[in-house]
């Protein structure tokens, strides 16, 4: 498949914003001096939501795995975070 040739229907333009989203809080939680857990976790958690989304669309089993995970994950974090728990 070429780019000009890729299919920039919804779904995928979601699941694009999501991975930003979750690269965005990786490179955050690398170049932060102090890293604000509610942000990073929120960020984190957007980004596994709207992958999930465009994963209803466009199926992949391991990768909604991976993302239902990662959701999970980052809302055990903003549970913590916003309770004032460190890491």
């Known amino acids: 498949m070429t780019f000009d040739a890729f299919d920039w229907d919804w779904a995928n333009v979601v ?3 999501g991975s930003a989203l979750m690269v965005v809080a990786y490179a955050y939680s690398n170049m ?3 890293l604000n857990f509610v942000i990073f976790n ?3 958690l957007a980004g596994a939501l709207l992958l999930i989304w465009s994963l209803t669309v466009h199926f992949n089993l391991a990768s909604m ?3 239902v995970v990662w959701a ?5 974090g ?3 975070a916003l309770k ?3 890491p």
């Open 15 to 17: 699941g694009l914003i």
């Open 78 to 80: 903003l549970g913590n």
């Open 65 to 67: 795995a991976l993302e």
């Open 32 to 34: 932060a001096r102090t």
């Open 42 to 44: 929120l960020m984190n």
């Open 72 to 76: 999970a994950i980052a809302l055990l």
């Open 84 to 86: 004032g728990k460190k």
